[in-house]
């Protein structure tokens, strides 16, 4: 969705407030692409605070299917964002101080999506699980262990196990 900030620009308004949406159906973060489940319409309000230079305000949150870091299956999560900027929107305003590029304006508009975006990608969780305790796909045959178990012979986790495994190894050495 792209908002046209030329009334504001103008003069001829000094607030503008409106229902925003998101066209992207996916997010896609240069190395994944998550499906967006749902996206509800949020309030996005744009203040003028100076000549050119305008003040964005909204916040809202965007469902999506991240998959479990451990067996991938897709986990429904609610990444939210909270977005409070100001943009100078004239080049060479000010001259003590470098305008700071802005992705989301383009030319007199304002692109909400990559607005969004920009903010969604520094809101992703690091790490997504289905459950705290997903046993996760067997390393060897991809078994989902949460479903059955497999004959492979796993490298075990546990450190009390690798110990006897390392005093193992020093025999064998020796
Ligand atoms: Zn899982
Ligand atoms: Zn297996």
Known sequence: MLIDLR???SGTEDELTVSACLDMDKFDDGLNSY????????ELKIVKVGKSKLHIICSGSVDMNIPCDRCLKPVLTSVSFDIDDT???EENASEDEEPEEKDYIDGY???VDRLVFGEL???MPGKVLCKDDCKG???????DLNVTECD???????PRMSVF???????KEV
Request: overall charge negative; proline content about 5%.
């Open 35 to 42: 499906e967006i489940v749902s996206k509800e319409p949020f």
């Open 152 to 158: 492979c012979e796993k490298e075990s986790l546990d």
């Open 7 to 9: 009334k504001l620009l």
């Open 109 to 111: 508009s304002l692109d």
């Open 137 to 143: 796909l067997c390393p060897v045959c991809g078994t």
């Open 121 to 123: 990608l520094l809101s």
């Open 165 to 171: 495994k390392d005093i193992l190894n020093n025999f």
């Open 87 to 89: 943009v100078e929107m």
